[in-house]
C-alpha cells in the first residue's frame, strides 16, 4: 500500500485575499459580460469578502503587462484576465491571441501568482456572446471560480 497525498484547492474563498481583474476594452460589449460574471461569482464564492481591483488595458494584447505587473506587486493572491479576441474583428487574430497565452503563460511562470486566462478566443460574435453568458454559460465566471480555487491551493502548498 502506498501512502498518497492529495492537495487540491476548493473554488470557495474562505479567508481573505486580494484578487485583480484586467479587462480589455477591445469588443467591450462581451468583455464586460464576462467582468460582470467575473465579479458576481466571486461575490456567491467567498464566505469572506474579497478585495477586487479592476483595471482595463486597450485589448488582449496589452493584457500580459498589466498583469505582469500586477503579480509582481506582492499585492495580488491572483490576478484573472479577460478579453475577447474574435477572428472576424481582426486580421491578425493568430498574434493577438497568441501573444496575450503566451504573454500570460510567462507571467504565471516567472512570478508564481495564479494568472487566470479569461480570454475568449472565438471566430465569430456569435461564439463569443454564447461563451460571455448564453449558451455557454459565463467563461468570466468560470474563471472567478479557477482563481478561487487557485488561491485555495497556493496557501496549502
Do not use: W
Request: glycine share 10%; net charge negative; charged share 20%.
Amino acid at each position: 500500500m502506498h501512502d498518497v497525498t492529495i492537495i487540491e484547492g476548493r473554488p470557495v474563498l474562505t479567508e481573505a485575499a486580494s484578487i485583480a481583474v484586467v479587462c480589455a476594452r477591445f469588443n467591450h460589449f462581451i468583455v464586460d459580460q464576462l467582468e460582470a460574471g467575473c465579479l458576481d461569482a466571486l461575490e456567491r464564492h467567498a464566505t469572506t469578502k474579497a478585495q477586487v481591483t479592476v483595471v482595463r488595458v486597450p485589448g488582449a494584447f496589452e493584457l500580459p503587462v498589466a498583469v505582469r505587473k500586477l503579480a509582481q506587486s506582492g499585492k495580488y493572491d491572483a490576478v484573472i484576465a479577460l478579453g475577447a479576441v474574435i477572428r472576424g474583428s481582426t486580421a491578425h487574430f493568430e498574434h493577438v491571441a497568441g501573444g496575450a497565452e503566451r504573454g500570460l503563460g510567462g507571467v504565471a511562470a516567472d512570478t508564481g501568482v495564479p494568472v487566470i486566462f479569461g480570454v475568449l478566443t472565438v471566430d465569430t460574435i456569435e461564439q463569443a456572446i454564447e461563451r460571455a453568458g448564453t449558451k455557454a454559460g459565463n467563461k468570466g465566471a468560470e474563471a472567478a471560480t479557477v482563481a478561487l480555487e487557485m488561491i485555495s491551493l497556493m496557501r496549502q502548498l
